[in-house]
């Protein structure tokens, strides 16, 4: 690359920060194929700004800041720009063009995605409204008229779907493509303008949103792309809003986009002192075409819970990440003053392998018995502390396309499963976890001729050899005749149940110790209740009365065989539970009206089978009407290549009454995802055929192939 093309921190400071506003007034859209000519609609962009967040106001702030907090964990944080000088070319936004009219809806039950809060839709990847069905399949969408029951058409993208949605007469696909390129970012100043290369993470998240007024020719309106990878989305009263992640670092530092266009500065904001990502939300308009964006420093995003009032992110920390900090501190005690003035400034900036390079440089200059006693000192120290892994909690309150940041608390524990985070009467917020406690130990490990060499035994097209590879050489060469390091060791495992008030981010209350040494594997909130099955020994299913905020309290719980995966509210005093017991697929019915007494009323196993709702609850299916529900079931649990859900070898239609539950039919079905019913119909789909049936009888009406 020639030499005087490259721009260092300092002249991106000056260009950017300096004399250069950016202007995000128009995207420009990436081109897919369709059935139908793609017709560009005009998208609005809205980038407010969050009070009294702090953001950054320029380009050089932001990069100053992540070159400063990554520097001691990457080894050449530095990013980088290309500077090219031309005339500036200024082009007019696309015009905007009508959207489709939505069409009279005929009145038809159907089911919906089984979701976790009512009136919020999720990801998935067969949606229906009634009038079509739509699957989704690597990068194809295959569309079904299911009023007429006939193929119809489909919509093939260039990048690997991730998940879809329908709303009225739109349908929206969501799309996940890995490609690593720089993005060109046009700076206008007067009449000229400055092209400057920027880096972008590897993945591209994309947003396309088709009319399907007529599902024969569905014509794209258009498409939103943001540098990440999709987290999770949802839809609520026709605004999805979609969460992508984001590395601050990939091989240099990176700076969120959306289509063409660098997000402003301002609408970057730090939440985490020490962030690993960004995390970039889309909130869509998708009638309208507008949106806003965000985009947030934080930690990983590990569950995604959203109400009608609050979005919520966690971002689940493992130990080890809450212990080295203080293990830093105390090991830094037990050593001599000139290595100490070494270690502080490294433990403040969090660069914990260069310190720990330096203990161990010191260490092993010592004699055997010297080191010993300042390992043996360093353990007493430890020994005083317990550490936790801990969940932080993201909380924004939404309101159509805007979203403001509440603020963020720390539960202490690991969240297991999606239901275990619920808002509770609007105003609280009810998280279970598991928690570890751990200690840590210290040791030095001398290298014995075994640790240094490795027999390596190779055969190939001329025959056997043996090389010795000296795997500690570099080490030994170095001096060293031993490594220090610290590990853990488990104390106890525990459930917790916090419930935090929404209003200030306060956790009112908590339930601890619950079931030692088990870990979480269901919860619901149903009603005043909330439900906890949690499995290694006792496998117990607790029932905890929160309708008290301030004072939960465990009414009651019952010993079961095996264990839930997955609990579905049936009615106000009946929960089905999905579950494994003895490696077989049981299904399970508990009266819950006495919480005092929960009693397994019914109980069904099905052997040899497991089913994709153990790992996914979308793929359960209920009829409320018909008391029916439809369960996939698999011998072995596995998913297609490049597939995004997985299969079965069928479906069994479980028939439920207030104290049984019967297994009417198992029907096979190759490679079944998912199942759902339309009218007296029940369709059975995979991603090659959709199978129609009459609900009532199980009789096969059609077969249609998708191709």
């Known amino acids: 690359m020639d030499g005087s093309k490259i721009i260092i921190l300092g002249a991106i400071a000056l260009i950017i920060g300096i004399l250069l ?10 081109g897919t194929r369709n059935t139908g000519n793609p017709i560009r609609a005009s998208i609005e962009a809205n980038l407010p700004k969050i009070k009294e967040m702090e953001s950054f106001s320029s380009y050089s702030e932001l990069l100053n800041y992540l070159n400063k907090t990554l520097a001691p ?12 000088i031309e005339k500036s070319v200024m082009h007019t936004p696309v015009g905007a063009v009508p959207l489709f009219e939505t069409q009279q809806r005929t009145t038809i039950r159907y089911s919906s995605t089984n979701v976790q809060v009512k009136g919020i839709d999720e990801p998935d990847i067969v949606k229906t409204n009634g009038k079509i069905i739509a699957v989704a399949k690597g990068d194809t969408v295959y569309i079904i008229d299911a009023v007429r029951d006939v193929y119809v058409g489909k919509i093939v993208l260039n990048s690997t779907i991730n998940s879809i949605y329908i709303s009225g007469d739109h349908l929206i696909v969501l799309t996940i493509m890995n ?9 206008i100043n007067e009449n000229t303008a400055f092209t400057m290369t920027f880096p972008l993470p590897g993945t591209i998240s994309e947003i396309h949103v088709y009319s399907i007024s007529d599902p024969s020719k569905p014509v794209k309106l258009y498409n939103i792309s943001v540098t990440g990878t999709i987290i999770s989305s949802r839809l609520k009263d026709n605004i ?7 590395p601050v670092y990939d091989t240099s530092i990176t700076i969120p986009s959306i289509g063409e266009q660098l997000l402003p500065p301002e609408n970057i904001y730090l939440v985490d002192k020490q962030p690993v990502h960004y995390t970039n939300i889309i909130a869509l308009n998708i009638t309208s075409g507008k949106y806003s964006a965000y985009s947030f420093l934080t930690g990983p995003t590990s569950w995604v819970y959203m109400s009608h009032k609050y979005l919520v992110l966690a971002s689940s920390n493992p130990y080890w990440i809450v212990y080295r900090e203080q293990a830093m501190r105390t090991i830094t005690k037990y050593m001599p003053e000139e290595i100490k003035k070494q270690l502080e400034p490294l433990i403040e900036n969090n660069n914990y392998y260069k310190a720990l390079e330096i203990i161990n440089d010191y260490l092993n200059k010592l004699d055997q018995d010297n080191i010993t006693e300042i390992v043996n000192n360093i353990n007493s120290g430890l020994n005083t502390s317990n550490f936790t892994d801990y969940t932080k909690l993201y909380i924004l309150d939404i309101n159509q396309l805007s979203l403001e940041y509440k603020g963020e608390i720390e539960v202490p524990g690991i969240i297991l499963d999606q239901f275990s985070i619920e808002e509770y009467r609007n105003n609280y917020l009810v998280v279970a976890t598991t928690v570890s406690n751990y200690k840590l130990e210290a040791e030095f490990h001398t290298f014995s001729n075994r640790d240094n060499a490795v027999i390596i035994s190779v055969n190939d097209s001329n025959g056997t050899k043996k090389w010795m590879m000296n795997i500690n050489k570099t080490l030994v060469e170095r001096g060293w005749k031993g490594f220090f390091s ?4 488990l104390i106890l ?3 917790e149940l916090n419930i935090i008030d929404l209003s200030d981010l306060e956790i009112i209350s908590k339930l601890s110790n619950l079931a030692v040494n088990e870990d979480i594997k269901a919860s ?3 009603g005043d209740l909330f439900i906890l099955v949690t499995y290694r020994q006792v496998d117990p299913l607790f029932a905890i009365n929160i309708s008290d905020p301030e004072n939960p309290v465990v009414l009651g719980y019952l010993e079961i065989p095996g264990y839930n995966e997955y609990l579905h509210p049936v009615s106000k005093n009946l929960l089905l539970g999905i579950g494994v017991e003895g490696g077989k697929l049981m299904v399970s019915l508990y009266n819950i009206s006495d919480p005092e007494n929960i009693v397994q009323v019914a109980k069904a196993t099905l052997s040899p089978l497991l089913s994709p709702v153990l790992q996914d609850y979308h793929a359960f299916t209920i009829d409320p009407e018909k008391k029916l529900i439809f369960i996939p079931v698999a011998t072995a649990l596995f998913k297609l290549e490049n597939e995004l859900a997985t299969c079965g070898d069928g479906v069994a239609v479980i028939e439920y009454s207030n104290t049984s539950l019967i297994v009417l039919k198992i029907i096979d079905h190759p490679y079944i995802v998912r199942t759902l019913y339309i ?4 369709y059975i789909i995979s991603p090659y055929m959709v199978r129609v049936f009459n609900e009532a009888t199980l009789e096969l009406i059609k077969t249609i192939w998708l191709s």
């Open 21 to 30: 506003p950016i202007t995000m007034h128009t995207i420009f859209f990436s």
């Open 73 to 84: 964990t990457q080894s050449n944080p530095e990013i980088m720009g290309i500077l090219n």
């Open 179 to 187: 490609r690593k390129f720089n993005l060109i970012q046009k700076i």
């Open 240 to 246: 999805l809003y979609t969460i992508m992640q984001q």
């Open 486 to 489: 610290v590990f853990p060791s």
């Open 493 to 495: 495992k525990y459930n």
């Open 524 to 526: 619901r909130l149903v």
């Open 679 to 682: 009218g007296d119909k029940l």
